[in-house]
């Protein structure tokens, strides 16, 4: 299932920034940054408790922000792309 996590890190601190970097870390782990704080990531229900487990780990409650959207399997008709930046398919393999 495709899964679109987003968060806002605040970073007003050193730990925040720390806190950051971390959380980015644990992302593109599992997916694809698709904008700043935004990533897609295409996981199996246990790996989402993994991701879910690692972030809650890093992020601080009382300052932080987790979304997590869940577009299923289907996710295809549900992402519409517009603008210059080059779109992907989370299926195809990564060439670095």
């Not at 605040?10 to 694809?32: E, F, I, M, P, W």
Request: aromatic content about 10%.
């Amino acid at each position: 299932m495709l899964v679109l996590i987003t968060y806002d890190v605040n970073t007003q601190d050193a730990q925040g920034s720390r806190r950051l970097r971390k959380v980015s870390k644990v992302c593109v782990n599992y997916g694809q940054r698709v904008q700043n704080s935004v990533f897609e990531c295409l996981l199996s229900p246990a790996e989402l408790c993994v991701v879910k487990s690692q972030l809650f780990s890093i992020l601080d409650g009382t300052k932080d922000s987790l979304r997590i959207y869940n577009l299923g399997n289907s996710y295809k008709t549900r992402i519409e792309h517009y603008g210059a930046k080059q779109t992907y398919s989370p299926e195809e393999p990564m060439i670095f």
